[in-house]
């Protein structure tokens, strides 16, 4: 009898105590390859979606999370800032503006949906 509260008792103890909630959102590392793969896949995107005859960067990672979904679900928010290279030059390296005028910094979070063992991954949500 008494098997019946220990048990579900420890199994919530585990649960918590090894990462939190299965399917819960947690923070991810920015340097993690697959985090950084869904970021710059989502710069592509927004670069390709924005009227800007510009590209656009990252200037700074904000906040990166992830939540294991059927694939990884990435959340990340990012500084962006203008770039002085065309649209057409995505082979260039391209620097971010110093001057915060020319910058024109702002702000995003990209949703990305990666399933690497489809080779899919997908620009769910960008709010900027």
């Excluded at 993690?32 to 927004?46: G, P």
Aim: with cysteine.
């Amino acid at each position: 009898m008494m098997w019946k509260i220990v048990f579900p008792v420890l199994a919530a103890v585990f649960a918590v105590g090894l990462g939190g909630l299965v399917g819960g959102v947690s923070d991810v590392d920015i340097n993690n390859e697959d985090m950084r793969n869904a970021l710059n896949f989502a710069v592509v995107q927004h670069n390709r979606g924005s009227n800007d005859l510009y590209l656009s960067q990252v200037a700074e990672v904000v906040k990166a999370q992830r939540q294991v979904v059927a694939g990884m679900k990435y959340i990340i928010t990012v500084r962006m800032a203008k770039t002085p290279c065309r649209k057409g030059s995505e082979n260039e390296v391209c620097g971010i503006y110093q001057d915060q005028e020319m910058a024109r910094p702002y702000q995003c979070t990209f949703t990305v949906w990666s399933r690497p063992w489809l080779n899919e991954i997908q620009l769910l949500k960008e709010i900027c």
